[in-house]
């Protein structure tokens, strides 16, 4: 399976973003598909996931504020009022049904004025 992540860039504080990820190859294997972010400095963090039954999990930091989508082998996560604290790498992820995971290249969220 291959990850393939866009919608990354510098937003001011407040403003949204839009992240996309699409999965291409053996993609009958995919359970999860979802979202973790790393920032600078910091443990890489579980952001939202979506599992191919239709349920969404957030963390804590971003409920309310943060939408995930799935439509089959695409995810979105549409991150609105953002904070200078969601600045991070995001990982586009998917979780097979045997439990392992893939994981795309990463895309750069930067959230400064």
């Known amino acids: 399976v291959q990850l393939q992540a866009s919608g990354g860039g510098l937003v001011q504080p407040g403003e949204f973003l839009t992240l996309s990820c699409a999965a291409s190859?053996?993609?009958?294997?995919?359970?999860?598909m979802g979202w973790y972010r790393q920032a600078p400095g910091k443990q890489r963090e579980l952001v939202a996931v979506a599992t191919t039954g239709g349920k969404s999990t957030y963390n804590d930091f971003v409920k309310g504020r943060f939408t995930i989508s799935r439509d089959n082998v695409k995810v979105t996560l549409r991150m609105n009022s953002l904070h200078a604290e969601d600045t991070a790498v995001y990982y586009c992820?998917?979780?097979?049904?045997?439990?392992?995971?893939?994981w795309g290249p990463g895309t750069l969220v930067t959230v400064s004025s």
């Open positions: 992820y998917t979780e097979f049904w045997s439990g392992g995971l893939a």
């Open positions: 190859g053996d993609i009958a294997i995919i359970n999860k």
